[in-house]
């Protein structure tokens, strides 16, 4: 095996983040949520309810960034060619009527 045919690190996870982007945001979602909590739970003159708003928009705030990392991961990979044909595969284009 070439040494210059391996992947490193980070190129095997920016690999799997491409392919499971809704997975990936759903995960940043969850410890953005659990993070917030126990961020918030240190706080004791908050109440229980503020806590959990809190939470949630914090969460909310990383969501909404993910996914505008994981469109701007998508509309880079087919600006360079890179996974263009992943689509045509799954659907049948020659099946759509086309209006002439």
Known sequence: MEASSKKTTFESAREWISDHKLRTVGSLWLSGIVGSVAYNWSKPSMKTSVRLIHARLHA?????????????????????????????????????AQKK
Do not use: C
């Open 60 to 96: 909310q705030a990383l969501t909404l960034a993910a996914l505008a990392g994981a469109a701007a991961v998508e509309y880079y990979d087919h600006k360079t060619n890179k996974n263009a044909q992943r689509y045509p595969k799954f659907i049948n284009m020659n099946s759509f």
